[in-house]
């Protein structure tokens, strides 16, 4: 390095920048894999619904109305009647096998039941192990009997001299109405990768910056960082990170076109507060890596501690299993992580449409956590300038 | 002795030897793989202390007795405020699905209670309601809810549907008794087709029952892959690959190198296989469906799959830290593939076969039909074999990266080697 380079907040950024340029495994880190991340779950969610559930049928009547409810079964976009199952063993066994998820028993009574004004019951396994698929068959199976239920027993009233609404109200005194409020489309899609993606995002800014602060430490190139920041912490500390704001915002800003342009989601409130949100998001997550490398004070610990952190985060923001239902410690515990936040102003400003005072209840915390290195900051001074805290901390 | 004997004595010997040799070299390799793992913390953190922490605080959301979603907050505007409306009410109230937070008067009031997320649905009950059950006449309420939460969703319209087709079935009878049938014929008519539901597997809608197996599956996979990733970096940071240059030399002696660190994991890994499902099961109330016998005739050849995976992945890297920091985020793509919270059903072609290519997914798919749906090793016959097929191909891989890697560590001593990734 040149010695007569101007020292300060510019001059780290460029050594950073040089860094960067350098070592691909730093674009891989900042610009690659999560582009691959971004790519991968968007392919891997794009169909939205599931489709074509496979399910087995045993018709042991095999009349017109059996055949009718087939026929039914089949025309549910969802599901798919496959082979026919001969008995209940062949079909246990395709259930376990996974090659089934549901099946249906149509016993041998089943018109001369209904024709007689007998209940004639339908037996209904379902595999319920993944409740989104378990749910989407109970519900499109039930309703599909039901309204051919509904039908026969109007039929049956008709026939007995009933007027039209009056059977209609025998048939089905209370109605549902169901409106959607939010997500109208009922499209998980959106929902599993509004909270996926940012979650893949937060891996890289925390790693990125916990790495790139730690392997000056481990190499003790720390020294030269100081040298070029004028012995100033908080230099040293802004230069070096800045370039990775930079490319996560971009990256933020990207992730943001691909879910609102790119693939249509819903968005219904402020756009400007969903931009401002990921910008936090992005300096949170720097502020919580200094934390760890001030906490832990070596690149090694720095990165095992923050994997568990990154890694469990998804589970606890409640996008997929709802906060209201969990312990609560963890309810706790997700109020530490920015991504339960930024999920939150997602939810809110781009489903709901919700007003500022609520969104602002979410800021907040989130603008809170760019404070926290200031916690560990003389901790940092030490790391940065006292020698017996450099090199490799792993060796036992 | 005669020249035959001598002959056949060398022969033997030769051969003896040779296994011998390549014995001693896989105990040595074995043995400065534990030396290597219980020296540094990094790897120790991965290979032990994850097993410990992880399993017990990761599933803390839905910790005994949450793991099931009931109750959900929901209110109620009703504009009839008769007593069959607020009967209505108690009927969502009592089911286990919803409760009734508050009553409100306006739409817009309760929309924002839910803006605050104080509820998850919105019962509106219409003036006229039960007038228009009184006069034999169809009626309706309305049930407002948030699609962007799949399980409150789910909750909500279940809790009302129930609600709804309880007291519609109390009214049908009435009617139909009305008409002169008796109660059992009136039961009968209002249902000509009553369909009976089993939900298998998981009855009670629990999520542990389905996300631990699946988790304790990818915290064994993701541990090795990470930690064997990590030794990998080591020995290249610290220059420890040319140690074994001697025992390549040997015929065959790189099957020894491979063999020795796959026999140090695998030993670690099946203590921690015995404690998942032993401990870490009933620790979360799991029902165990399966015998520790076909548990492990099932795990052995996962857990080599992924050994052997790990070991030709570790070849890549440079540093310990490169290591975690590109395997770390792994985690949740694997998973997910895995069919695990998304159906295999709705992936792209392409996905699902790539995705075989992961020891979780195979493993996750069997081992879910073994621990929670009873299955026998027979039903799952096809997953074993697999495994299996990727046991031997990713040994297969493991050896060659592994030459390779040794190999070129002879430019060890002569200098700088720091192409970092």
């Known amino acids: 390095m040149n010695k007569k380079e101007k020292k300060g907040l510019l001059a780290v950024f460029r050594r950073e920048m040089k860094w960067i340029s350098r070592e691909p495994s730093f674009i891989l880190m900042t610009v690659v894999l999560p582009l691959i991340m971004f790519f991968f779950f968007i392919s891997m969610f794009r169909q939205g619904v599931p489709r074509d559930i496979p399910i087995g049928i045993i018709d042991a009547d095999n009349t017109r109305l059996s055949r009718e409810l087939v026929r039914r079964l089949n025309a549910v976009p969802s599901l798919e009647v496959k082979n026919p199952v001969t008995n209940l063993e062949e079909g246990r066994k395709l259930l376990i096998q996974g090659k089934i998820y549901s099946l249906v028993y149509i016993q041998d009574d089943f018109e001369s039941k209904a024709t007689r004004g007998l209940p004639s019951e339908i037996i209904h396994y379902y595999n319920n192990e993944n409740q989104l698929v378990g749910g989407t068959i109970f519900k499109d199976v039930s309703s599909t009997v039901r309204e051919l239920s509904g039908e026969l027993l109007k039929d049956n009233l008709l026939r007995k001299g009933m007027s039209q609404t009056q059977t209609e109200a025998m048939a089905e005194p209370i109605a549902v109405n169901t409106h959607v409020l939010f997500n109208p489309y009922t499209n998980y899609m959106y929902y599993l990768l509004s909270g996926i993606l940012p979650t893949m995002l937060q891996f890289f800014i925390l790693l990125t910056t916990i790495y790139t602060v730690g392997i000056e430490l481990k190499k003790s190139t720390i020294q030269s960082a100081m040298e070029t920041g004028g012995m100033s912490v908080i230099t040293v500390l802004s230069g070096k990170l800045l370039p990775y704001t930079m490319i996560f915002s971009v990256m933020g800003l990207f992730m943001l076109t691909l879910m609102f342009k790119y693939l249509g989601f819903p968005l219904q409130g402020n756009v400007y507060l969903i931009i401002g949100a990921t910008l936090l998001f992005v300096l949170a997550y720097q502020a919580v890596g200094l934390l760890f490398i001030g906490l832990t004070g070596n690149l090694l610990k720095g990165m095992l501690n923050a994997s568990f952190y990154s890694s469990s985060a998804f589970t606890f923001t409640g996008m997929t299993y709802p906060m209201v239902a969990m312990y609560w410690p963890a309810k706790v515990w997700a109020q530490f992580l920015p991504l339960t936040h930024y999920l939150n102003i997602i939810v809110e400003q781009a489903f709901r449409s919700s007003p500022m005072s609520v969104t602002a209840k979410s800021f907040i915390p989130l603008t809170i956590f760019l404070f926290i290195p200031f916690l560990v900051l003389p901790r940092l001074k030490t790391l940065f300038t006292d020698e017996r805290m450099w090199g490799d901390w792993g060796s036992l | ?421």
């Not at chain 2, 915290?219 to 892959?225: A, R």
């Not at chain 2, 621990?371 to 299996?388: H, K, P, T």
């Open chain 2, 1 to 421: 002795m005669n020249k035959k004997q001598i002959i056949n004595l060398l022969r033997e010997n030769r051969i003896v030897s040779w296994i011998k040799d390549g014995f001693d070299a896989m105990l040595y390799t074995w043995y400065y793989e534990y030396k290597n793992i219980f020296s540094d913390a990094g790897v120790l953190s991965l290979f032990v202390l994850a097993h410990l922490v992880y399993p017990i605080l990761y599933p803390i959301p839905f910790y005994k007795g949450h793991d099931v979603v009931r109750e959900v907050p929901v209110a109620v505007i009703d504009d009839d405020k008769t007593s069959l409306s607020r009967q209505f009410i108690r009927m969502c109230d009592v089911n286990e699905n919803i409760r009734v937070a508050v009553h409100h008067t306006s739409l817009e009031e309760a929309q924002n209670d839910f803006f605050k997320n104080r509820i998850n649905g919105i019962i509106v009950i219409p003036q006229g309601f039960s007038g228009d059950i009184y006069r034999n006449q169809k009626t309706s309420v309305s049930v407002y809810c948030d699609a962007s939460y799949f399980y409150l969703y789910k909750q909500v319209l279940t809790g009302v549907k129930y609600a709804a087709s309880y007291m519609s079935a109390g009214i049908q009878i009435q009617r139909f008794q009305s008409k002169g049938l008796s109660r059992p014929a009136a039961m009968a008519a209002r249902d000509p087709l009553p369909l009976i539901s089993f939900p298998l597997f998981n009855p009670s809608n629990s999520y542990t029952n389905y996300l631990i197996p699946a988790l304790l599956i990818l915290i064994l996979q993701q541990t090795l892959l990470i930690g064997i990733g990590s030794l990998g970096g080591l020995s290249y940071e610290k220059k420890r690959y040319h140690y074994f240059l001697p025992v390549i030399s040997n015929r065959g002696g790189i099957i020894s190198v491979v063999l020795g660190k796959a026999g140090a994991y695998m030993s670690l890994f099946l203590l921690h296989s015995i404690y998942f499902f032993g401990i870490i099961f009933r620790f979360h109330g799991l029902p165990m469906k399966s015998n520790l016998f076909n548990l492990m005739v099932f795990i052995i050849p996962f857990l080599l799959a992924v050994i052997f995976l790990g070991i030709a992945i570790s070849t890549v890297f440079r540093t310990r830290e490169m290591a975690m920091l590109l395997l770390l985020c792994t985690a949740m793509p694997f998973i997910l593939v895995s069919g695990f919270s998304w159906p295999i059903l709705a992936m792209p072609v392409w996905l699902k076969n790539l995705a075989m290519l992961l020891p979780s997914t195979t493993g996750i798919d069997g081992f879910m039909k073994i621990s929670i749906l009873g299955a026998e090793l027979r039903d799952v016959m096809f997953n074993w074999i697999f495994l299996w097929g990727l046991v031997a191909a990713y040994f297969l891989m493991s050896v060659f990266a592994m030459k390779t890697i040794i190999r070129k560590s002879a430019n060890y001593t002569e200098g700088n080697n720091h192409d970092s990734i």
